[in-house]
């Protein structure tokens, strides 16, 4: 096996392990703590986190770390939440969700910048464009990561279905369910009610023990980066400042591409927070009871892990945005649906088909959105990326910000209005890009015909 897909397996297997466990604590977090808004809180504290991190620590760490060892010294902060959750109150829970969101933003950064350097670097080698090779090194990362969803959920579903409930849920608590539900139907029923104690450790005990073993994993076997791929040759002669590193991240909004993606990471947090934090508790836990949120996740993350591998190898025949196009399209019919459905157990499919839809789509923005900004920021990937974390913590922030204050329907609406103008400027993105690069092929041609006019003339 060549060197750069083992390192890119390591890494994509060490994400398996620990958001094997982060997934699945994540989607629990609105149904398991629903008391006093603690679950949403502490979503909320985390991408807040995420969002102060991006703003300055990824381009710090990575440059003074490496990627390997910003990877796994992030990927403690995350074991740290799980440890959090084992007696889980205010005191505990937000300190380690903001613990894991500094962490968050430095982790993911340095995962994008891994790859991105990885494939460029093989690309080299074997005479490919880089933007393939990239392309397709986040697909296998994302059907592998992808798939810790599947695991994540699947082993939460399976804990907490030891004590399944048989009672039939009322209909008056039905009414409420779905587009409907404004956080006011707040009655305790056997499928709402939380699992036992023991299995709440149970479930905790397996997802602490796979995070260890996705710090062990990054620790022993990931190769660093070496310095003349990291650092560009004036980076190799002197370090920058540590407030030039400081203000990369915000020194990259002056170029306007920058300006107009950041809507894409935006729109990503958005549409993640709603289906953890609002389709897991008001059409799920509502409707069918909180041992089937994990079940229904799996449909989610299986069909995410899938595409992601799909996208990253039909990209170079379809281009990005006739992929863009695709995920937009069936997002936005997901969100008619949810709009128009009044769920009920007796539609057992409709909750299994609409994430899988949902996550035809999310694997366009995760494996897409990625790829785009290690190709037209190549030059300050470091920054660029952790922009991309940065807006995509602050549609988290905004998704379990105003979830207790907003009803479903409303929500709804917001990520329909925010996914037609992330296209918008996505659009007008590849309108400059197109320009630009037509612009350059025909200064190229006219210089090429000059040189050849100054032969003949010789």
């Known amino acids: 096996m060549e060197r750069s897909l083992k390192n890119v397996l390591v890494v994509s297997f060490g994400f398996l392990l620990l958001f094997t466990a982060y997934g699945g604590l994540q989607n629990l977090q609105s149904s398991l703590y629903s008391e006093h808004g603690l679950g949403v809180a502490t979503l909320s504290s985390l991408y807040s986190a995420v969002l102060l991190s991006s703003l300055f620590l990824p381009p710090i760490l990575i440059k003074r770390y490496g990627c390997k060892w910003t990877i796994a010294g992030s990927m403690g902060l995350y074991v740290a939440f799980s440890l959090g959750n084992f007696h889980a109150n205010w005191y505990t829970l937000i300190p380690t969700s903001i613990l894991l969101g500094l962490g968050a933003a430095p982790l993911w950064s340095a995962q994008s910048t891994y790859l991105t350097v990885m494939g460029n670097s093989h690309a080299v080698k074997v005479g490919k464009l880089g933007k393939d090779v990239v392309n397709h090194y986040f697909g296998i990362f994302f059907l592998i990561f992808q798939s810790s969803g599947v695991w994540g959920n699947l082993i939460s579903s399976l804990v907490f279905g ?70 560009s040759e004036g980076e190799k002669r002197s370090s920058p400042p540590f407030w030039s590193t400081l203000l990369s991240t915000f020194r990259l909004f002056r170029d306007k591409r920058l300006c107009l993606l950041i809507l894409l990471p935006l729109y990503s947090g ?178 090429h015909a000059e040189e050849g006019e100054v032969q003949t003339e010789m």
Not at 196 to 215: D, N, R
Not at 286 to 295: E, P, R, W
Not at 337 to 351: G, I, K, N
Request: net charge negative; with cysteine; proline share 3%.
């Open 162 to 231: 030891q004590t399944p409930t048989q009672e039939a849920i009322p209909e008056e608590q039905l009414v409420l369910c779905g587009a409907s539900d404004c956080l006011m139907a707040t009655a305790a029923t056997n499928s709402t009610q939380r699992p036992s104690q023991e299995l709440i450790y149970m479930l905790l005990g397996i997802y602490t023990g796979s995070g260890v073993l996705a710090i062990l994993l990054i620790a022993m076997f990931l190769e660093p980066l070496e310095d003349n791929q990291q650092k």
């Open 270 to 447: 958005l549409q993640q927070g709603f289906l953890s934090g609002e389709y897991t508790r008001s059409y799920v836990t509502c409707a069918l009871g909180i041992q089937f949120v994990g079940y229904v996740m799996i449909c989610f993350a299986a069909t995410t892990s899938l595409c992601s591998l799909l996208y990253g190898k039909i990209s170079q025949y379809t281009g990005r945005t006739a992929l863009y196009l695709l995920g937009a399209a069936t997002h936005l019919s997901c969100i008619i649906a949810l709009l128009l459905w009044h769920p009920r157990s007796s539609q057992m499919a409709v909750f299994f088909l609409l994430p899988g839809l949902w996550g035809l789509s999310d694997a366009v923005w995760q494996t897409q959105n990625n790829a785009l900004y290690g190709i037209l920021f190549e030059k300050s990937k470091e920054a660029a990326f952790a922009n991309y974390r940065l807006g995509e913590a602050l549609g988290f922030v905004i998704a379990f910000g105003y979830s207790p204050f907003l009803c479903i329907s409303t929500k709804l609406y917001i990520l329909a209005g925010v996914l037609s103008l992330t296209m918008v400027a996505y659009g007008v993105v590849e309108y400059l890009e197109s320009r630009d690069t037509g612009k350059a092929l025909a200064e190229g041609e006219t210089s």
